[in-house]
């Protein structure tokens, strides 16, 4: 006699397998773009931190052109900015304007943070209201809105820039920044340009932390380039001090650390992208000296500092 396997027996095992495949194929294949993901983005901030260090200072870039109601009629700042100056030290498939973001693959809409549907920003000040007006114990900082503008890359990302033409290399108001023992500053007065990102197009899945990120470029000359991954809103608040907040960071697993204070600013600037966070103020796992940490409030748009305890080891 001959020994085989029944129909059913087959049917059966076929079934299982498809089951056990069903299940562990999905986590694999978003295991795999992951790590896609995470060295895209290595690559991209490697690539963008070697250009913006051999550009010259970042200000000044474009017209912009005002009635006499305040009311701009001209703006080629972020445009210009691309055309005449990134593009001379990087690789730039193509160059979209404010009509045309979609052009070079920009979507209309992402998923945020906290997993809530976004329209993308088209504007300075649809990025964030801090550079309309922010003020802060008798100081004040407010900039012109420009238009974003957008360019494709050679390695197929798409990436919407927002232009600060008035930027500086020191905050605003720096001889006024000392107040009541702490010091703060308008790290909007410091950004030059903040580039949202997607590292595939408009293909998706469209959300901040996995396709989508943002860099952000402080200071017009020396230029420094910040490029926060993801967030927990749980860590990192108000009712923390500085030492604890970095040892709550560091016990949340392996992965995790406090972002330095120039992270910290391109995630205050890009609130939009991270979505609402539970906390006014956060740590930066920055110092100013033993006593103080550097701190941002989300609630008023400002870095600054905060009491530093130094009895924990850190």
């Known amino acids: ?101 979609s052009d070079c693959g920009v ?52 990436i919407v820039a927002f232009y600060n033409q008035s930027c500086q290399t020191v905050y605003l108001n720096q001889e006024s920044q000392t107040l009541f023992g702490n010091t703060f500053g308008f790290p909007e007065s410091t950004m030059c340009v903040n580039f949202i990102y997607d590292l595939n197009g408009s293909k998706g899945p469209n959300t901040v932390g996995k396709d989508i990120g943002f860099m952000t470029v402080f200071n017009a000359t020396d230029s420094i380039v910040a490029a926060p991954v993801a967030a927990n809103n749980d860590i990192s608040s108000s009712m923390l001090d500085h030492t604890t907040g970095i040892s709550s960071c560091k016990n949340q697993d392996i992965d995790s650390r406090m972002p330095n204070i120039d992270e910290l600013n391109s995630m205050l600037i890009n609130n939009l992208l991270l979505g609402e966070m539970q906390q006014e103020n956060y740590w930066s796992s920055s110092t100013l000296n033993a006593d103080y940490g550097w701190g941002a409030s989300f609630k008023y748009g400002i870095q600054a500092t905060g009491h530093k305890k130094i009895t924990l080891d850190t």
């Open 107 to 158: 979507v209309s809409s992402f998923t945020n943070l906290q997993a809530t549907s976004t329209n993308m920003p088209s504007t300075l000040y649809e990025l964030s209201s801090w550079f309309e007006n922010v003020t802060y114990s008798g100081c004040s900082y407010s900039t012109v809105d420009t238009k974003a503008a957008a360019f494709e890359t050679q390695n197929g990302e798409s």
């Open 1 to 101: 006699m001959k020994k085989a396997f029944t129909m059913a027996e087959i049917l059966l095992s076929l079934t299982i397998i498809g089951v056990v495949a069903a299940i562990t194929l999905p986590s694999l294949t978003g295991n795999i773009n992951e790590r896609t993901w995470n060295t895209q983005r290595k690559a991209l901030y490697a690539r963008m931190s070697q250009a913006i260090s051999l550009m010259p200072a970042l200000n000044g870039y474009g017209t912009l052109t005002e009635d006499a109601s305040g009311s701009v009629t001209e703006d080629t700042a972020a445009e210009t900015f691309l055309t005449a100056g990134l593009s001379k030290v990087l690789k730039i498939n193509n160059i979209c304007d404010n009509e045309h973001l």
